[in-house]
Nanobody, 115 residues
């Protein structure tokens, strides 16, 4: 059974940084296109960062481009999201998952950015 566990969220002031982690079990993330998503109450889940681990290519939503960096450590079967220059509008619950054919969603990790 696939399990995705997100961690690393917290409360940070605007302009600060956080690094999120996504530990996967039951699947090998290097064989998939993986992504970071975020969701705020009343809104649809938004895909903000994608990594194709086979070639290391990445893509980002315009709202986070230049501030967020997605990466993986295949030896740990873990994906990361480095978030810099955080803004209040980045406040959300962040999730990781396979892009397209999603696995069951994990609990996510809350990121709160204060102004």
């Amino acid at each position: 059974q696939v399990q995705l566990v997100e961690s690393g969220g917290g409360l940070v002031q605007a302009g600060g940084s956080l690094r999120l982690s996504c530990a996967a079990s039951g699947t090998i993330i290097s064989t998939h296109i993986m992504g970071w998503y975020r969701q705020t109450p009343g809104k649809q889940r938004e895909l903000v960062a994608v990594i194709t681990t086979s070639d290391g290519s990445t893509n980002y939503a315009d709202s986070v481009k230049g501030r967020f960096t997605v990466s993986t450590d295949n030896s740990k079967n873990t994906m990361y999201l480095q978030m810099n220059s955080l803004r209040p509008e980045d406040t959300a619950v962040y999730y990781c998952n396979r892009v397209g054919n999603n696995y069951y969603w994990g609990q996510g990790t809350q990121v709160t950015v204060s102004s």
